[in-house]
């Protein structure tokens, strides 16, 4: 999924810390009208971000997940945004720059908007018991936990805090969902609920609490929170003493502001919150920007809602436009009364603004229209205008695809084409080549050792520059890793593309920052490289190291042993669906998590057992990878489809159509075959998806298969599995016999 950069450099670096309502508008607004020299990066901690006003909706089932939440990987697809999940754990304002969690590189900014989901946490004694529904997003990912928790017990009992219109829509949703078996209450300080809005609206609020039986508890202050000793049930403490027991706690109060603003020296109101002036523009830095719950208005002070941010959304989009080319800013002046539509029932919502106040079935028709209405504008992205080059008359027979070509090893030139050039050069290995063209790496006699030489690279296929260089350094290591040699020194080639010299320093900083955390894991020390200007961002790496005792090559296996997988497959077809923006960005975080894993365990546990055959599975797929030992090994094999592990978004992602674009040279190896079942069959056609930075494919003693498969996944390859065996040598070298 690599980015297509302008041809226009980029000049300026806009950073979108959040996901919010607000920010998702000015990346679809940046998407649709580009900023020539602007480049967008967002920064978020979680991949999807959910719609606030249809969470309750979804709680009492009547919306699927994937109505209420909008995919940012897909959105920054279209907007050619750079995505990037992670934690931001503090700003450096001088420096100006985001501090990340888990160690990453500080991303730099040229202008930064804030708008990150508040927080409900009770900082309370025992508040670690109660599940709090902000962040919408960390919520929304323990929904199926929470949930299974509640219908374990036989007649759960749930008290949820708080006395706002978002306390009042989850107490009635889980009512719905969970049914009359089950004893809700609403915990509330004050005295009455719905304090900032009318009297009547308040009255049709207390109708349907009383008429869905949920237990309103009032002038109650939560202090502490205990659990019982030895059971399931938790203790709610008022200030008084006296105590609430309830299995299930959740807390829906007022938001809280993120702790990392405070400490980043912003200037925050009375609350944690960020204050901003009419410009949406934070006081004394006049680069940063914020909306939403993270935002606190000067002079304009309104309650925390989602309505605000949504409505924030296009005035932050136009002042950040404006204030990275020297225009003059855009004043925000904020409703003093937002209408609140609260759904009280299946098919039922509350209205109130002012003297509006009304129920009734026709409102919540409205909500739902105006609801699924904003999440269309995200989910039905309009299809943006081709540009790639029209070929004419008998051209156009031979032109070759030339949009959106894959990245990381999908951009390998085809096997067959490899092997035409290798015929027609004339190559003389001298005598002190022990192993070269045709093996993971090369093994070179230097007179008193001996060493393994190997070299790889390729273009990004993630919009992190660090990640990226995580996965190539892990991806260039592997192939010592294949033949048991333990790498030692590594010298770089990166591409950087054109753009000014600030933003070219930061792209190669970070993505030697990503390489150099997994050579220091490996002991491997960088000790020279080559930087140039290019199209995009590209980086390859030769890799030296020393040879052991146990030479693992792809022609040392033999009949009867276990073929052995250490990491799933289908990081090619993922990540061709992040790219095109078909795979949602869950689907395309496991392909990176399984990239950006080392073998160099699964080497050590493989020599362990005295496996002699080995390689890494990259380019040419698993099925290109295995034909490739079994021609060197003069012998023949036996797989078992069920077996292979394979990412199931994958499978789904080939059943619609996506595909890496080296999928259909590498299929060639599925015709020479013999399989029984379909030749669309997705699994099958799986065994031609190139990986990047793949597992491991081991020949192993059948006697000592299951130890080494429990110890492989004892040390985190948890999908390792026996594939298939080695078959007797038979005229039918090469030949892959598959079973469905």
Same mark, same amino acid.
């Given at each position: 999924?690599?980015?297509?950069?302008?041809?226009?450099?980029?000049?300026?670096?806009?950073?979108?810390?959040?996901?919010?309502?607000?920010?998702?508008?000015?990346?679809?607004?940046?998407?649709?009208?580009?900023?020539?020299?602007?480049?967008?990066?967002?920064?978020?901690?979680?991949?999807?971000?959910?719609?606030?006003?249809?969470?309750?909706?979804?709680?009492?089932?009547?919306?699927?997940?994937?109505?209420?939440?909008?995919?940012?990987?897909?959105?920054?697809?279209?907007?050619?945004?750079?995505?990037?999940?992670?934690?931001?754990?503090?700003?450096?304002?001088?420096?100006?720059?985001?501090?990340?969690?888990?160690?990453?590189?500080?991303?730099?900014?040229?202008?930064?908007?804030?708008?990150?989901?508040?927080?409900?946490?009770?900082?309370?004694?025992?508040?670690?018991?109660?599940?709090?529904?902000?962040?919408?997003?960390?919520?929304?990912?323990?929904?199926?936990?929470?949930?299974?928790?509640?219908?374990?017990?036989?007649?759960?009992?749930?008290?949820?805090?708080?006395?706002?219109?978002?306390?009042?829509?989850?107490?009635?949703?889980?009512?719905?969902?969970?049914?009359?078996?089950?004893?809700?209450?609403?915990?509330?300080?004050?005295?009455?609920?719905?304090?900032?809005?009318?009297?009547?609206?308040?009255?049709?609020?207390?109708?349907?609490?009383?008429?869905?039986?949920?237990?309103?508890?009032?002038?109650?202050?939560?202090?502490?929170?205990?659990?019982?000793?030895?059971?399931?049930?938790?203790?709610?403490?008022?200030?008084?003493?006296?105590?609430?027991?309830?299995?299930?706690?959740?807390?829906?109060?007022?938001?809280?502001?993120?702790?990392?603003?405070?400490?980043?020296?912003?200037?925050?109101?009375?609350?944690?919150?960020?204050?901003?002036?009419?410009?949406?523009?934070?006081?004394?830095?006049?680069?940063?920007?914020?909306?939403?719950?993270?935002?606190?208005?000067?002079?304009?002070?309104?309650?925390?809602?989602?309505?605000?941010?949504?409505?924030?959304?296009?005035?932050?989009?136009?002042?950040?436009?404006?204030?990275?080319?020297?225009?003059?800013?855009?004043?925000?002046?904020?409703?003093?009364?937002?209408?609140?539509?609260?759904?009280?029932?299946?098919?039922?919502?509350?209205?109130?603004?002012?003297?509006?106040?009304?129920?009734?079935?026709?409102?919540?028709?409205?909500?739902?229209?105006?609801?699924?209405?904003?999440?269309?504008?995200?989910?039905?992205?309009?299809?943006?205008?081709?540009?790639?080059?029209?070929?004419?008359?008998?051209?156009?027979?031979?032109?070759?695809?030339?949009?959106?070509?894959?990245?990381?090893?999908?951009?390998?030139?085809?096997?067959?084409?490899?092997?035409?050039?290798?015929?027609?050069?004339?190559?003389?290995?001298?005598?002190?080549?022990?192993?070269?063209?045709?093996?993971?790496?090369?093994?070179?006699?230097?007179?008193?050792?001996?060493?393994?030489?190997?070299?790889?690279?390729?273009?990004?296929?993630?919009?992190?520059?660090?990640?990226?260089?995580?996965?190539?350094?892990?991806?260039?290591?592997?192939?010592?890793?294949?033949?048991?040699?333990?790498?030692?020194?590594?010298?770089?080639?990166?591409?950087?593309?054109?753009?000014?010299?600030?933003?070219?320093? %930061?792209?190669?900083?970070? #993505?030697?920052?990503? @390489?150099?955390?997994?050579?220091? *894991?490996?002991?491997? =020390? !960088?000790?020279? &490289?080559?930087?140039?200007?290019?199209?995009?961002?590209?980086?390859?790496?030769?890799?030296?190291?020393?040879?052991?005792?146990?030479?693992?090559?792809?022609?040392?296996?033999?009949?009867?042993?276990?073929?052995?997988?250490?990491?799933?497959?289908?990081?090619?077809?993922?990540?061709?669906?992040?790219?095109?923006?078909?795979?949602?960005?869950?689907?395309?975080?496991?392909?990176?998590?399984?990239?950006?894993?080392?073998?160099?365990?699964?080497?050590?546990?493989?020599?362990?057992?005295?496996?002699?055959?080995?390689?890494?599975?990259?380019?040419?797929?698993?099925?290109?990878?295995?034909?490739?030992?079994?021609?060197?090994? %003069?012998?023949?094999?036996? #797989?078992?489809?069920? @077996?292979?592990?394979?990412?199931? *978004?994958?499978?789904? =992602? !080939?059943?619609? &159509?996506?595909?890496?674009?080296?999928?259909?040279?590498?299929?060639?190896?599925?015709?020479?075959?013999?399989?029984?079942?379909?030749?669309?069959?997705?699994?099958?056609?799986?065994?031609?998806?190139?990986?990047?930075?793949?597992?491991?494919?081991?020949?192993?003693?059948?006697?000592?298969?299951?130890?080494?498969?429990?110890?492989?996944?004892?040390?985190?390859?948890?999908?390792?599995?026996?594939?298939?065996?080695?078959?007797?040598?038979?005229?039918?070298?090469?030949?892959?016999?598959?079973?469905?």
């Amino acid at each position: 999924m690599t980015l297509v950069y302008s041809e226009h450099p980029y000049l300026r670096d806009l950073l979108l810390i959040g996901g919010g309502h607000a920010h998702v508008q000015v990346i679809r607004r940046f998407g649709m009208k580009p900023e020539p020299g602007v480049r967008l990066t967002l920064v978020s901690r979680e991949s999807a971000t959910p719609y606030t006003g249809m969470l309750p909706g979804f709680i009492a089932g009547e919306y699927k997940q994937s109505e209420i939440v909008i995919d940012l990987l897909k959105l920054s697809r279209f907007a050619n945004c750079r995505f990037i999940e992670a934690n931001v754990e503090r700003v450096d304002v001088y420096e100006q720059r985001a501090i990340l969690g888990d160690g990453r590189t500080p991303i730099r900014y040229d202008a930064l908007s804030i708008n990150t989901g508040g927080d409900c946490t009770l900082d309370i004694p025992g508040g670690e018991y109660v599940e709090p529904v902000k962040p919408i997003g960390r919520f929304l990912q323990n929904w199926s936990r929470i949930y299974g928790d509640l219908t374990s017990f036989s007649r759960p009992s749930v008290a949820v805090i708080g006395g706002g219109p978002g306390s009042i829509e989850l107490a009635l949703a889980l009512r719905h969902r969970l049914g009359d078996e089950c004893d809700i209450s609403l915990i509330t300080r004050a005295n009455v609920l719905m304090a900032e809005h009318g009297r009547i609206a308040r009255r049709h609020v207390e109708a349907e609490l009383q008429n869905h039986r949920v237990n309103v508890v009032r002038d109650f202050n939560v202090v502490a929170i205990e659990r019982e000793v030895g059971g399931h049930a938790l203790v709610l403490r008022n200030e008084d003493g006296s105590g609430i027991e309830s299995q299930y706690a959740l807390s829906a109060t007022g938001v809280g502001a993120p702790n990392w603003l405070r400490r980043s020296g912003f200037i925050v109101d009375e609350r944690g919150f960020l204050k901003v002036n009419r410009y949406l523009q934070a006081e004394t830095f006049t680069n940063i920007f914020a909306a939403g719950d993270a935002a606190s208005l000067n002079q304009q002070a309104r309650p925390k809602s989602g309505v605000y941010s949504v409505r924030e959304g296009p005035y932050l989009a136009e002042n950040l436009r404006r204030y990275l080319t020297g225009r003059r800013l855009k004043k925000f002046r904020a409703q003093r009364r937002a209408l609140a539509l609260v759904r009280a029932a299946p098919g039922q919502a509350i209205a109130s603004r002012g003297l509006l106040q009304a129920s009734g079935g026709w409102l919540w028709r409205y909500k739902d229209w105006i609801d699924r209405r904003f999440m269309r504008r995200f989910q039905e992205l309009p299809v943006m205008v081709d540009t790639k080059p029209v070929y004419r008359g008998e051209l156009a027979m031979e032109a070759p695809e030339t949009s959106m070509r894959c990245g990381g090893c999908g951009a390998k030139l085809g096997a067959d084409l490899l092997q035409r050039v290798l015929h027609r050069l004339d190559i003389h290995s001298p005598d002190s080549v022990f192993m070269g063209i045709g093996e993971d790496a090369a093994v070179v006699n230097m007179g008193s050792a001996a060493i393994s030489i190997s070299c790889d690279g390729f273009r990004a296929m993630v919009d992190d520059p660090w990640r990226f260089g995580r996965i190539a350094a892990h991806h260039a290591l592997n192939d010592l890793y294949a033949m048991n040699s333990e790498p030692s020194v590594a010298i770089a080639l990166v591409t950087v593309p054109f753009m000014s010299e600030n933003l070219m320093e %930061e792209d190669l900083f970070h #993505l030697m920052s990503g @390489a150099l955390t997994v050579f220091d *894991e490996s002991d491997v =020390a !960088l000790v020279g &490289g080559h930087t140039a200007e290019g199209a995009e961002l590209s980086v390859g790496f030769t890799v030296v190291g020393s040879t052991s005792f146990n030479l693992m090559a792809k022609g040392n296996l033999v009949p009867n042993q276990a073929l052995v997988l250490t990491k799933p497959i289908g990081v090619g077809a993922l990540l061709a669906g992040g790219m095109y923006g078909r795979c949602d960005a869950h689907a395309v975080e496991k392909a990176l998590r399984v990239m950006d894993q080392s073998n160099a365990t699964g080497m050590q546990i493989f020599a362990d057992y005295d496996v002699t055959a080995c390689t890494d599975v990259t380019g040419f797929g698993l099925g290109g990878h295995l034909g490739e030992m079994l021609r060197a090994s %003069e012998v023949s094999a036996s #797989l078992e489809l069920k @077996a292979i592990p394979i990412l199931p *978004e994958a499978i789904e =992602a !080939l059943l619609n &159509g996506v595909e890496s674009s080296l999928q259909k040279n590498n299929e060639q190896i599925i015709d020479d075959c013999s399989y029984d079942c379909s030749s669309l069959d997705p699994r099958l056609r799986m065994l031609a998806d190139p990986q990047t930075s793949g597992g491991l494919l081991a020949g192993v003693d059948p006697a000592y298969v299951d130890s080494c498969l429990d110890d492989l996944r004892r040390f985190g390859y948890s999908a390792a599995q026996v594939i298939g065996t080695v078959d007797e040598k038979s005229q039918n070298i090469g030949q892959i016999t598959i079973q469905s």
